[in-house]
């Protein structure tokens, strides 16, 4: 079984603050994780995701996330934050033995203070 | 690359009618495709997986005689919500994913169902 925990349903910064969103992970299986966006009335648009290989991975619009194995994390982050970052954010994993069925956090809404 | 169309993006309708979602993967070629829903303010919900030329795979708790999933090619998979109530009002995304296993899931607008 897998599941996912986004600690926060809500995050306010300010515009050029840091962004940081808290993921963590079950999986019985190496993982495959991902971070999405979604705006309003929209479907979800990946930012990133992470499959093998380097642990640290850079998405589009500046984010990053980090997996962690040993503290079964993949936090997302982005140095300075836009008035446009306002959305909700999903993290999803997924495994070769879940049938790369995603199942997801509870999101986080992120607004964004000018 | 990897768009994902869905159509229609709203749709209203009475009680008691069916309505067809399509879901379109425009630039690749989709071997599965997913459907999901998501009620307000929360997160999303797989209701089924689809294979292209495959009987779609429910999970527990989805009426398949109320959503019916078809995935005849491997551009184009349909959700038919029959018979439908207000109860059924709710947004629905589909999502489509290449022919590689390890790819990620591209996703549809979504479709905002409103049933009187």
């Known amino acids: 079984a897998q599941s996912v925990t986004q600690l926060g349903s809500h995050v306010s910064v300010s515009e050029g603050a840091l962004v940081l969103l808290r993921c963590n992970y079950s999986?019985?299986?190496?993982?495959?994780l991902f971070w999405y966006v979604q705006y309003p009335n929209q479907g979800l648009q990946l930012l990133l995701k992470?499959?093998?290989?380097?642990?640290l991975v850079k998405g589009i619009n500046g984010f990053e996330a980090e997996f962690k194995k040993s503290e079964t994390s993949f936090h997302l982050t982005k140095p300075s934050a836009h008035m446009s970052d306002a959305a909700e954010y999903f993290c999803?994993?997924?495994?070769?033995?879940?049938?790369?069925?995603?199942?997801f956090g509870g999101g986080t809404r992120v607004l964004v203070k000018p | 690359g990897a768009v994902v169309s869905q159509h229609p993006s709203w749709v209203i309708c009475k009680s008691g009618t069916s309505v067809k979602i399509e879901c379109r993967s425009l630039?690749?070629?989709?071997?599965?495709m997913f459907w999901y829903r998501q009620f307000p303010k929360q997160s999303l919900m797989l209701m089924a997986t689809?294979?292209?030329?495959?009987?779609?795979?429910?999970e527990q708790g989805v009426e398949k005689d109320k959503f019916l999933i078809n995935h005849a090619s491997l551009t184009l998979s349909t959700l038919t919500v029959t018979s439908a109530h207000p109860e059924d009002s709710s947004f629905y995304i589909c999502?489509?994913?290449?022919?590689?296993?390890?790819?990620?899931?591209?996703f549809g607008d979504g479709t905002r169902l409103s049933i009187l």
């Open positions: 999502s489509a994913r290449g022919t590689v296993f390890d790819q990620p899931q591209h």
């Open positions: 999986s019985s299986v190496p993982p495959y």
């Open positions: 992470y499959t093998t290989g380097a642990t």
């Open positions: 999803a994993v997924s495994s070769k033995a879940a049938g790369n069925k995603l199942t």
């Open positions: 630039d690749f070629q989709a071997t599965t």
């Open positions: 689809s294979n292209e030329g495959s009987k779609a795979t429910y």
